[in-house]
């Protein structure tokens, strides 16, 4: 049908006449052509707003720093692709750009640090290492308590040492980190050190600050001492040949595992021991111990007979075995870094050397061993030393072992001595006299006292007289040693932080002094951080790098 008029009209018609053709011309008009942004990738960060986007890359910046993972890690497709599905909208930085956040955040926290340590006293710890770039470094750790008696350790600085490794270079880097945070040597109490010659005389001749000792170094060295009695040494020696045997043959290895599940006992390798890894060769006795009957076994079926231990000897190791344990349980105590320590050395000698008695059926193996680790523990912290003064100090100090039970009478009374000088040096001791001094104001009563003067008051008790700041301090300090000592495993400052009102003068002392270390294990710890930084893949990194990514990898507080 032709038709010439409107499309209304045509409706019309159709709805009228044709009502079943209406139905194919009521479908949904086409959607408009698209736009040519809609076949775009939705990873643009235009929609992103910058104070998001500065928000994610500031926590991908700290990610890269607390994790010690490589900046280019930023750069990789797989990252990429996982940033696209958390966050469509954010531009990934590039590398330039994340290198120069990690700088920006290593000045603002080092100015953390410097603020966080000033006017405060601090006890260091040191130690020296080597990279896989055969990179010398020394590092620098600061301990203090907090205004909520908290200890709290820092990373001031990893330094690349460029000369060799002498007293007076030690002493240079040292003193030039010191520089960097605006600390005098006056401020330091104390550096813990491992017994290398080269620090000990870095810090006690040429930088004239008290040198504490390493008591878990000093430990592992004693041990040794003893460890090298001939008839001990002998089934030690086997035993590392056995583990170092099966850490190597894959075939005996498997073989020990179905041994070990025959028996009914856990799949665990034997530990080989190590002269620098302290307790070692404790874990290596009691490991191999715990698995004689497997290994044993094994020997037998692989006719290993070179490595099989006799009964007397493995009475021996048990024994041996025995004699370790506190030692064993005196590092690991000492190995913290959330409580104090240094108060606890002198204590743990002690204890220590009353372990070492000789026992009645001790074999003469076993009686040598003793005597050899005794004299070398003995002579170490010799009273001459003013690293002896300073941890009887701390040990006063510390509530646990405020009695001074490891010393003489007459030494405990040099301590108490040494401490009430210190205390009058304090600010606030100087500040509580002169008020007393003065604390008469001039009122009009002054001029009634002047008046009558003591007439009326003769015969008054004397201790209506002035404040005699000496004889509070006294009576503080009896006060306190008339406590009863803490358990050994309390917080100390945890009860400081409830008697500081009851002891003001004390309480200003311990803060300072229950912050000294007795181990270097914190700079120990950093050689683990810088040993992920600087791996194979990431030796080339300069010592500047080096320096930011470790201080910012153990400074950096959630």
């Known amino acids: 049908m032709k038709y010439h008029s409107s499309t209304s009209n045509l409706r019309a018609h159709l709805t009228t006449l044709h009502p079943d053709k209406l139905g194919d011309l009521s479908e949904e008009p086409p959607l408009k052509q698209a736009r040519i942004t809609s076949f775009l990738p939705l990873s643009s960060s235009r929609g992103l707003p910058a104070v998001r986007q500065k928000a994610i890359t500031d926590k991908l910046t700290r990610f890269i720093c607390k994790d010690m993972r490589p900046i280019n890690i930023t ?21 330039a750009t994340i290198t120069d956040r990690v700088v920006k955040l290593y000045e603002t ?69 010191l520089g960097e945070y605006n600390v005098s040597r006056e401020s330091v109490l104390s550096i813990t050190t491992d017994n290398a010659a080269n620090y000990i005389n870095a810090v006690e001749r040429r930088l004239q600050v008290v040198n504490v000792p390493c008591m878990a170094h000093t430990i592992n060295l004693a041990v040794r001492k003893g460890l090298a009695v001939r008839a001990i040494e002998t089934p030690v020696s086997r035993l590392k040949a056995t583990a170092l045997h099966f850490n190597k043959s894959t075939t005996d290895s498997y073989l020990l595992e179905s041994k070990q599940e025959l028996l009914g006992l856990k799949h665990a390798k034997l530990i080989n021991d190590c002269a620098t890894r302290w307790n070692s060769t404790y874990d290596m006795v009691c490991r191999a111990a715990e698995q004689q009957a497997p290994v044993a076994a094994v020997i037998m079926e692989k006719k290993l007979g070179h490595l099989e231990l006799t009964t007397s000897e493995w009475t021996l190791m048990e024994q041996v075995r025995a004699v370790l344990k506190p ?34 059926g001790d074999p003469a193996a076993l009686k040598e061993m003793k005597t050899k680790i005794k004299t070398d523990l003995y002579n170490r912290y010799s009273q001459d030393k003013d690293a002896f003064k300073l941890l009887n100090t701390a040990s006063y100090l510390d509530p646990r072992f405020h009695r001074l039970i490891h010393l003489e009478r007459d030494q405990r009374q040099e301590v108490r001595e040494k401490i009430k000088g210190e205390i009058s040096q304090l600010p606030v001791f100087a500040e509580r006299a002169a008020m007393a001094i003065t604390r008469r104001e001039k009122t009009a009563l002054s001029a009634m006292g002047d008046l009558f003067g003591d007439v009326y008051r003769q015969g008054a008790d004397a201790s209506d007289g002035p404040l005699d700041i000496g004889a509070v301090l006294e009576q503080e300090m009896l006060i306190y040693e008339s406590e009863t000592p803490l358990p050994s495993d309390c917080n100390p400052l945890s009860w400081w932080m409830t008697s500081q009102s009851k002891y003001p003068h004390l309480a200003q002392l311990a ?19 810088a040993g992920i930084i600087v791996n194979k893949k990431r030796s080339a990194l300069d010592s500047e790098n080096v320096d930011r990514l470790v201080f910012l990898a153990n400074n950096l507080r959630d």
């Open 109 to 177: 926290t080092s100015d953390n640090v410097r603020q966080m340590i000033s006017g405060k006293k601090i006890a260091l710890t040191t130690d020296g290492w080597t990279s896989l770039a055969t990179e010398a470094y020394v590092t620098v750790t600061a301990h203090f308590i907090n205004d909520v008696r908290e200890l709290k350790d820092v990373i001031l600085k990893t330094a690349e040492a460029q000369k060799s490794h002498t007293a007076e270079n030690v002493a240079e880097c040292i003193s030039n980190i």
């Open 75 to 95: 750069q990789g497709s797989g990252f990429k692709d996982f940033i696209r599905e958390l966050e469509p909208r954010y531009t990934v930085p590039s590398r």
């Open 511 to 529: 803060r300072r002094y229950l912050s000294i270390p007795g181990t270097s294990v914190r700079a120990e710890r950093v050689f683990s951080t």
């Open 327 to 360: 030692f064993k349980v005196a590092t690991e105590a000492l190995s913290t870094d959330r409580f104090p320590t240094a108060s606890a050395v002198l204590p743990l000698k002690y204890v220590l050397l009353s372990h070492l008695q000789p026992s009645t």
